[in-house]
């Protein structure tokens, strides 16, 4: 699963039910028929035992041409060629789009059990609209907004820590590096501010706002800063890691739970 999840063109009608069950906007009626053209493509680019799927502001009918990605999840697409069908389709539609993302999932993990396999399933139910292929989410009920759905969105946020640490000892990109902090991090934090409120929410923003009310001692406006504009400097990038995402780790794990080894 890809670890952003939405784009930040952000669902309105994401929340939770009068039954405490997760609720989105994703559905196949709200697919504008400016997308079709890039979702063909795609499905069209593999054929075999492959599941297709969208997400994000093109499944919720949020998308702007020019300004939003199209965002695509791949049932038993190995990553390699993932990597390589979203590179083409990216250049292909570059004027409709910021960028066609494919995340790569296997079979196995649909039937698996721990966290990481229940936040697939999660995933697949509420976030994602069924192109082609056998649909793995045909069956699958509705999943209650609880901790372990925000755990299985993002248990695995202590292990992006680890590898941002090593990232900004290497050559990493100190943008990119920023970015994908800023976004993983504060989809954490919408985590912690859905459970804490009982609610459901991925919104980044919103929730870098409500957190500043909850823990004014521990404000995440830096990172919500780095989705606009990335800084470059590494220097600010080891102090974040080691405060701030690290204080959001630990409050995850305390508060919500991580992924076990």
């Given at each position: ?117 229940h936040g697939l399933r999660v995933f697949l139910r509420h976030y994602c609209v069924h192109l082609a292929g056998d649909d793995p989410a045909r069956d699958l009920p509705a999943f209650p907004a609880d901790e372990r ?113």
């Amino acid at each position: 699963m890809r670890s952003e999840v939405v784009d930040d063109m952000h669902d309105p009608q994401e929340g939770v039910t009068p039954d405490g069950l997760i609720r989105t906007g994703a559905a196949r009626d709200a697919i504008a028929s400016t997308w079709l053209s890039v979702l063909q493509a795609a499905t069209d680019a593999v054929a075999g035992q492959v599941s297709w799927h969208v997400y994000g502001p093109v499944a919720t009918g949020c998308a702007v041409v020019g300004r939003s990605d199209v965002d695509l999840l791949c049932v038993g697409l190995p990553a390699p060629k993932a990597e390589r069908i979203s590179i083409d389709l990216s250049t292909r539609f570059s004027e409709m789009c910021r960028e066609v993302t494919i995340a790569p999932a296997g079979w196995e993990g649909l039937e698996a059990e721990g966290d990481e396999a229940h936040g697939l399933r999660v995933f697949l139910r509420h976030y994602c609209v069924h192109l082609a292929g056998d649909d793995p989410a045909r069956d699958l009920p509705a999943f209650p907004a609880d901790e372990r759905a925000a755990r299985g969105f993002n248990g695995d946020i202590a292990r992006h820590l680890q590898q941002w640490q090593k990232d900004a000892e290497g050559d990493a990109d100190p943008a990119l590096l920023a970015t994908r902090i800023a976004r993983k991090t504060l989809l954490a934090v919408a985590g912690l501010v859905s459970i804490r409120d009982v609610t459901w929410t991925t919104d980044r923003r919103a929730s870098a706002r409500r957190w500043g009310q909850l823990e004014p001692g521990v404000p995440v406006d830096t990172l919500v800063d780095w989705l606009d504009t990335p800084t470059r400097d590494q220097a600010e990038i080891h102090r974040i890691l080691e405060r701030l995402v690290a204080d959001v780790v630990q409050r995850f794990r305390s508060e919500v739970g991580l992924w076990h080894p």
